[in-house]
């Protein structure tokens, strides 16, 4: 890594080897997108709801970027694995806990892939007929795009590399760096021997 | 179609599976190699290529190719493609290399799967 932190993070830092996206080139993006958000939601009190857990990191951040009047509130969904298939199909393991009958939501992700997760999200809100319901993501990797799904407001395109930080996890590690970077392909290529 | 379904497929290799699963997971509705596509025909008119796309999402209207086959190993499947896309511009294809299916199985906890996908016993054939 060539760009010098405020922080030393230590034994996570040194799993990356190079840095996509700084944490001044994501607060920027995330300030502009809050100036977005603000003009387009003037008067109309809208609700964001993310899923748990990557989108804590921008949410907070979008959050305070946001000069109207919001509300927030958060869901999370089982991931697939393939204990989780045996059990059936994807189900909400935390619900919301604002309705959102009549109300302008603003759905609020990290990073949108394969889209199908948010696909799965996205047709369980609309069932509780909201006024509008609109897509806010920071990362996307559409190259494993298999649902096309309209995103109202976007930060960064990712090359489809493991990328990591703000968010992004590998196996639940390297939320916490500030940057977004990629993985040393050495760490991701152990997981088959672990 | 489900992996319980009695018509469910018997898949040619294990990430056809794999994959199915992950969509049955998220509800997505899908056919296995629903359509074949006629790629090249004889003085006679008898089909002598041809290629037939692993998946078929009937919501998304996309087709879904896996291969699992090294870069220098796939010159034969990426002309097929190609060729399809040539003959068939209306057709929304998405193939999924070697590389991002590992990905996916990564990101979907199949690390199992992702092993053997750097062995050679996927050089074997094509999928």
């Known amino acids: 890594m060539t760009r010098s932190l405020a922080v030393d993070y230590g034994e996570l830092a040194s799993d990356i080897s190079e840095i996509l996206i700084s944490p001044e080139e994501l607060q920027q993006r995330v300030v502009e997108i809050g100036r977005a958000i603000s003009h387009d939601y003037a008067g109309k009190n809208p609700l964001l709801i993310g899923v748990l857990k990557g989108v804590v990191f921008f949410m907070a951040d979008l959050l305070r970027a946001i000069t109207v009047p919001i509300e927030v509130d958060f869901i999370a969904v089982s991931s697939y694995s393939p204990e989780a298939s045996q059990r059936g199909v994807v189900r909400l393991v935390k619900d919301l806990e604002l309705p959102i009958v009549g109300r302008h939501v603003l759905f609020v992700e990290d990073v949108i892939d394969t889209g199908l997760t948010l696909n799965y999200i996205l047709r369980n809100l609309q069932a509780r007929q909201p006024a509008s319901l609109e897509v806010c993501v920071l990362f996307d990797k559409s190259e494993h795009r298999l649902i096309d799904i309209p995103l109202k407001y976007k930060g960064f395109d990712l090359p489809n590399r493991f990328a990591v930080g703000y968010g992004l996890d590998y196996r639940e590690r390297y939320r916490n760096l500030p940057f977004v970077g990629l993985l040393k392909p050495a760490v991701f290529q152990n997981v088959a021997k672990d | ?127």
């Open chain 2, 1 to 127: 179609m489900t992996p319980t379904d009695p018509q469910h497929p018997t898949f040619v290799h294990p990430a056809e599976e794999a994959f199915a699963g992950i969509l049955d997971f998220y509800g997505i509705k899908w056919e296995y190699e629903p359509r074949t596509f006629p790629l090249e025909r004889d003085a006679a008119g008898n089909v002598v290529e041809a290629f037939t796309p692993d998946f078929y999402l009937p919501e998304q209207d996309l087709y879904i190719e896996l291969t699992t086959l090294r870069p220098q190993l796939s010159t034969r499947k990426n002309r097929k493609l190609r060729r399809m896309k040539e003959l068939y511009p209306e057709v929304n294809i998405k193939l999924f290399k070697r590389r991002e299916i590992r990905d996916l199985e990564v990101k979907y906890g199949l690390a199992n799967n992702a092993g053997p996908i750097r062995g050679a016993a996927t050089q074997e054939k094509e999928v």
